[in-house]
């Protein structure tokens, strides 16, 4: 497939007119052709007016007609092969393995909300037959979900495919019966423009409006603003950084009509290490924690910034061995130039808080836009007292709070920001401290795991990726799991209607054999 550098508007490629800008290899700092150039106002309005149009014929499509369209997306991005997977790794510089993997992340969440939709419970078709003798009398009654409207999605920097044109958002829009119109990350503009056309061929074969789908391209902050303030669009997916979350999200409510912005943004992940557990395998625990940060070069949401401990012999040796570990890490070539002067800036300013010490460097870099990885400690009153300790650094950086007993450990939790992710790593005899630490977490988190490691989120229907503010602007949903969907669907209630007039999914006989509620009982009634 033959990248032209043009945005994707509907059925048309469309090249833009304004800055012009090209993916860049952040290993050796080259320009990658083609060029692209950034669209205007005039392309957003173009593309979402399409998207409108394409609204109400594209939600009454048949669960059906939606699910054989999403796995037609997925076949086609495992049908570009290594053309896709090379330019990704050239814009990226993300290991092939591990782009490879995310590809079959990304057909993989396609062809799971396929499934969803042929279940058919995520319209909650639910149904009150009508009580005309009691007093007062109970009108027929009957909710379904139905699709919110054109949807906004914000490809990612980090993740490529997984979390970008076709990712998770995309995904769960499309199957919710939402035309999605995508802005592509500038920093992986080609590799956006192949999964736009996978994308767009798809609309095509299955004869859906053109406005399913289109992709607008650029740099700068404009032709975001302007899609996410376009009246046409219902809602918002976004995945980066918590200043760009917030500039969404202030655009959404100043508009005369304001929309949601479901943003994952910031968050440093903290990682309990309670004493029987580092007593039993702290060596092991220390190896892995540090294979776990520096994973991806440290750029991932769910990356462990964050580490705390009660003081103890236990700790020293975990300490030790954590230091050594990465002292023989080499450093890692981060995915943008942007990136990497960010981590910089927050290596640096953390490295001037006093009471905060530098413990533990990686391997020094010998390349451009690499990142060392580093290891910070300090005491829990001095994390406290400090709050720039709190901030995230997109990266492998890591701190260490050093607690004098599981009351601290607990008190320093519920001052914690939100946060995607809590881990314990915990044995047996840590269970009562853990039992003390559950309620706090549950609190601050959208995902609590034991003895395991926060980098690797599953797709599947109990997954949560997600958590109070700032981690994302709506604690109450998921950008990752089938849940997902929920954010672009709504509640409509249907009072007496007549019976040719119904939905489908709320018909009496149950036409589509869906799961329902039915005066409080679930089955196929």
Same mark, same amino acid.
């Given at each position: ?75 086609? $991005? ?229 580490? $705390? ?212 009982? $679930?089955?196929?009634?």
């Amino acid at each position: 497939m033959t990248m032209t550098g043009e945005m994707l508007i509907g059925a048309t490629a469309v090249r833009g007119t304004e800055d012009t800008f090209y993916g860049i290899n952040p290993a050796t700092g080259d320009k990658l052709e083609p060029a692209y150039q950034t669209g205007t106002t005039a392309d957003v309005d173009r593309a979402c007016a399409l998207a409108e149009a394409a609204f109400d014929t594209y939600r009454a499509t048949s669960p059906e007609q939606r699910a054989t369209f999403l796995e037609s997306i997925a076949a086609g $991005l495992e049908a570009l092969g290594d053309e896709l997977i090379q330019r990704a790794h050239l814009e990226t510089a993300l290991p092939i393995a591990r782009l490879q993997g995310e590809r079959g992340r990304t057909a993989g969440q396609l062809r799971l909300f396929a499934r969803v939709l042929r279940d058919g419970r995520w319209q909650g078709a639910t149904l009150d037959s009508a009580l005309p003798e009691r007093t007062p009398p109970r009108p027929d009654l009957r909710m379904q979900r139905i699709a919110v409207g054109p949807v906004a999605v914000f490809g990612a920097s980090n993740f490529p495919l997984a979390f970008s044109v076709a990712g998770g958002d995309t995904a769960s829009a499309l199957a919710a019966g939402c035309p999605v119109v995508a802005k592509a990350h500038p920093a992986h503009p080609g590799t956006s423009e192949l999964v736009g056309r996978v994308i767009q061929k798809a609309v095509a074969d299955a004869g859906l409006p053109a406005g399913v789908f289109s992709m607008v391209q650029g740099v700068g902050n404009a032709i975001g603003t302007a899609l996410v303030a376009h009246p046409a669009i219902q809602a918002v997916g976004f995945t980066g950084s918590r200043a760009g979350g917030l500039a969404l999200m202030n655009v959404a409510n100043s508009r005369p009509v304001p929309i949601p912005v479901y943003a994952e943004m910031s968050s440093i992940n903290p990682v309990y290490l309670l004493p029987e557990a580092l007593n039993a395998r702290g060596e092991q625990i220390a190896r892995e924690l540090i294979d776990s940060l520096v994973l991806g070069v440290g750029q991932f949401c769910t990356n462990p910034g964050l580490l $705390l401990a009660i003081e103890g012999p236990a700790l020293d040796k975990f300490r030790a061995t954590a230091h050594t570990a990465l002292t023989g890490k080499p450093a890692g070539t981060m995915l943008t130039p942007g990136i990497h002067a960010a981590f910089e800036r927050g290596v640096a300013q953390l490295s001037e808080i006093s009471g905060l010490t530098r413990a533990a460097c990686g391997v020094d870099t010998t390349g451009p836009n690499q990142a060392r990885p580093v290891f910070f400690e300090t005491s829990a009153d001095k994390f406290v007292a400090d709050h720039r300790m709190h901030a995230e650094v997109f990266g492998p950086s890591t701190v260490l709070v050093v607690c004098k007993d599981a009351d601290a450990l607990v008190e320093v939790t519920r001052l914690l920001e939100g946060q995607l992710t809590a881990t314990v790593q915990a044995d047996a005899g840590d269970h009562a401290v853990a039992a003390k630490l559950l309620p706090a977490l549950e609190r601050k988190v959208g995902r609590i795991l034991f003895n395991g490691f926060p980098t690797g989120v599953e797709v599947c229907f109990a997954m949560v990726h997600g958590g109070p503010f700032p981690a994302t602007s709506d604690t109450r949903t998921t950008s990752v799991g089938t849940t997902a969907l929920d954010r672009f669907l709504r509640p409509v209630c249907y009072q007496n209607l007549p019976a040719d007039l119904l939905p489908e999914a709320l018909k009496d006989g149950n036409p589509l054999k869906l799961w329902r509620l039915k005066d409080g009982e $679930l089955g196929h009634a």
